[in-house]
């Protein structure tokens, strides 16, 4: 899965996004989540500071404000290569 295209994906319509295709990109670019099985799933970045993303289900989508954390951190990862 490209980087881009996965940003791409989420920044078209972020308030459309279902949990489980975000988690899809998640598990592709940050491994497996530290928390599963619980409303909420919690992966680690590889920066330091604030080194995790938080997503959780909302009836099957995911929430729009977790959405733009994902893309922001998939962008930190784009950027700092």
């Known amino acids: 899965m490209e ?4 940003i791409r994906a989420l920044r078209n319509n972020p308030a459309g996004v279902r949990f489980q295709e975000l988690a899809r990109y998640c598990d592709c670019f940050f491994g497996e989540p530290r928390q599963r099985g619980t409303s909420h799933r919690i992966y680690r970045t590889p920066w330091s500071g604030d080194p995790r993303v938080n997503i959780q289900s909302d009836r099957g989508m995911a929430k729009v404000y977790q ?6 951190a998939l962008e930190k990862l784009r950027d700092e290569g």
């Open 67 to 72: 959405v733009r954390q994902v893309i922001r």
């Open 3 to 6: 980087l881009d295209a996965a």
